[in-house]
């Protein structure tokens, strides 16, 4: 039912569904920086031991599902993945060589637990384009 994950001392299932912006919302999310966004996301996980579960990115934000070990807080791991994505999106995608002052997202994010809906959860970040034409058409009509 459940996939337990171990740490030397402690048995945990701890997965967040987080929601972070570029910085002014700009819709700035397209096309090979879109792609590229992931695969930086997929990395950075993977050196701290995070699992992306899930993720879709739209052009004014991203939502992921994250499984973060005890060990590391959900601020901590944020601030991680949102500072040294920034430098590496300044560095190899955007072409700036600037050592300080690398901004690209917001300072907040929104994050919740996701519990026992995990299915749930995942597939709204997986229907994301979806939600949001629907959402579009009702406000039309």
Known sequence: MHDWRSLSHVRWD???????????????LYGK?????GEILHDLCKQKGVDLLEGHAM???IHVCLSIPPK?????????LKGKSAV???RGLL???????L?????GYC?????????????????QDRIQQNQLALEIE
């Open 72 to 80: 590391y807080s959900v601020s901590q791991m944020i601030g991680f």
């Open 88 to 90: 590496r999106i300044h």
């Open 103 to 107: 901004h690209f997202w917001a300072t």
């Open 95 to 101: 072409g700036h060589r600037n050592l300080t002052g």
């Open 59 to 61: 052009p004014d934000h």
């Open 14 to 28: 701890c997965k967040h569904h987080v929601v972070f912006v570029p910085k002014y919302r700009k819709k700035a």
């Open 33 to 37: 920086l879109r792609r590229q966004v």
């Open 111 to 127: 994050v919740s637990t996701v519990g026992l809906d995990e299915a749930t959860i995942r597939r709204y970040i997986r229907d």
